[in-house]
């Protein structure tokens, strides 16, 4: 079986800018510079379209400030979502401050929203 991994990894540089890393590696065509160049090709395309959406993205957000919408979150939005509030919990920790889960706007949204589409 061909198998391909694909990696791509975002960290803030500053409040409006951001660093994009990918890798891909794969386990078929090794040494096959025509199959690496169409997977770096096809790759690169894919991460250009989401760096492009993320930066219309930024400014949608950039018009609201300085108030800024509450978020909508979703289910899909479960795992990025704990592993927010754990990096917000360790740096609460870390520099002696304290925040309960319900201070989090975002999950009142969720909520709501989620009520709303079981209504309907």
Same mark, same amino acid.
Not at 46 to 73: G, K
């Given at each position: 079986? %061909? *198998?391909?991994?694909?990696?791509?990894?975002?960290?803030?540089? /500053? +409040? /409006? @800018? @951001?660093?994009?890393?990918?890798?891909?590696? +794969?386990?078929?065509?090794?040494?096959?510079? %025509?199959? /690496?160049?169409?997977?770096?090709?096809a790759?690169?395309?894919?991460?250009?379209?989401?760096?492009? &959406? %993320?930066?219309?993205?930024? $400014? =949608?957000i950039?018009?609201?400030?300085?108030?800024?919408?509450?978020?909508?979150?979703?289910?899909?939005?479960?795992?990025? !979502?704990?592993? *927010?509030? =754990? !990096?917000? +919990?360790?740096? $609460?920790?870390?520099?002696?401050?304290?925040? @309960?889960?319900?201070?989090?706007?975002?999950?009142?949204?969720? +909520? &709501? &929203? &989620?009520?709303?589409?079981?209504?309907?």
């Amino acid at each position: 079986m %061909c *198998r391909q991994k694909t990696m791509h990894a975002i960290t803030p540089e /500053t +409040r /409006t @800018t @951001t660093h994009y890393f990918w890798s891909v590696s +794969r386990d078929f065509g090794v040494g096959q510079d %025509c199959v /690496t160049e169409y997977m770096l090709t096809a790759v690169k395309k894919v991460f250009e379209q989401d760096i492009d &959406a %993320c930066e219309a993205i930024e $400014h =949608i957000i950039a018009a609201w400030e300085p108030d800024y919408p509450m978020e909508l979150n979703i289910k899909v939005d479960g795992g990025p !979502l704990q592993a *927010r509030r =754990i !990096l917000e +919990r360790m740096g $609460h920790e870390e520099f002696g401050t304290s925040r @309960t889960k319900l201070d989090h706007p975002s999950d009142s949204a969720a +909520r &709501a &929203a &989620a009520l709303a589409s079981r209504e309907r």
